[in-house]
């Protein structure tokens, strides 16, 4: 049997060759990998490990550069080095490599050489498969980017939209983070979540495992830790505006292209359609924009989700000019 103690042990390396193979065993069952995940959580908020301030480190270094005085260099024993046909080819393969390297950086931005980019288009829903055998859906209107040379190593994506990401179990591998402009970070102990991360703000939705949630308000860094069902929401200013819990069941419909209300009022449409299909919504009528939605919608394109709409509430969704006015028949 595994307990807490014997896996706090582990973490701390100490565990011998029959508890490690206890553990391995332990961890082919999920629910067991979930409790996993939570101790080890609740072992790092313990026994916090050391993080180097590197960038304050990296500007001492460099001021130290600047303000030293300058050193001469003193050849007490002369030599007379003859050059050989090997430092030639040495020579000139360092100077091909430099060539190759220019025409490269010369031909693609910089970015595009060590980074990888998905993105989708307006109603445009994309499933991607990472490096790491990691998964997610893309939603409309969405970048995902990795660094090609260290994703291996440090397993990080940098996310600006929506996605939901299903990730790969890996003992030994480090640690899944997703980052955002927003200064939020997503460090996952578990498998299946979604975020959301936008100009407007930030939401979260666990639906297995564990995560936490880092985030910086004002000058304040922030931690929150997630549970399977638990949902999290900040605004644009990363100030807390809602926790609650969710029907992991919701998840799954996004991947189909469906949209799922629950007593929304038809205002949030204003936000939802040009987020996802990139044309504005304009209901004339104050009282139009307090009614409410329940209810699962297919949205495999903008005119599908708009006729679903219309079906439903009795009123008239119309485009005119780039726009869709929300109006009584």
């Not at 582990?10 to 996993?36: D, P």
């Not at 200013?237 to 069941?249: G, I």
């Amino acid at each position: 049997m595994v307990t807490k103690s014997i896996l706090f042990e582990y973490f701390t390396g100490n565990s011998s060759v029959l508890q490690k193979r206890m553990i391995e065993n332990w961890l082919e069952n999920e629910k067991n990998r979930n409790l996993y995940y939570e101790w080890l959580a609740e072992w790092e908020s313990e026994f916090p490990q050391y993080v180097p301030d590197v960038e304050n480190k990296l500007d001492e270094y460099l001021s130290k550069i600047q303000n030293d005085k300058k050193f001469k260099l003193i050849v007490t024993n002369k030599k007379e080095v003859k050059p050989s046909y090997r430092n030639y080819r040495i020579l000139a393969y360092a100077a091909s490599i430099v060539i190759i390297i220019s025409l490269l950086v010369s031909i693609l931005p910089i970015n595009d050489i060590f980074n990888k980019q998905i993105s989708t288009d307006y109603g445009e829903i994309k499933q991607v498969r990472l490096p790491d055998g990691s998964e997610l859906t893309l939603y409309s209107n969405s970048k995902l980017t990795w660094n090609r040379l260290n994703f291996e190593n440090q397993r990080v994506v940098y996310l600006d939209g929506e996605a939901n990401f299903d990730i790969k179990y890996n003992q030994e591998a480090s640690k899944f983070k997703v980052k955002t402009k927003n200064e939020v970070t997503i460090i996952v102990y578990g498998t299946e979540f979604r975020f959301f991360t936008r100009e407007r703000g930030s939401k979260v939705e666990l639906n297995k495992g564990v995560i936490k949630l880092h985030y910086k308000e004002g000058k304040s860094k922030k931690t929150i830790a997630l549970n399977p069902g638990e949902s999290i929401s900040l605004n644009k200013e990363n100030r807390l505006t809602e926790r609650s819990t969710f029907n992991p069941s919701r998840n799954i419909e996004l991947k189909k292209h469906r949209f799922t209300f629950d007593n929304t009022p038809l205002s949030e449409l204003k936000i939802l359609i040009p987020e996802n299909f990139g044309l504005g919504i304009v209901i004339p009528d104050k009282e139009i924009e307090k009614l409410t939605l329940t209810g699962t919608y297919t949205g495999n394109s903008l005119n599908e989700l708009i006729n679903s709409l219309s079906a439903v509430t009795g009123l008239n969704f119309y485009k005119y000019h780039g726009r869709i006015y929300i109006v009584p028949y």
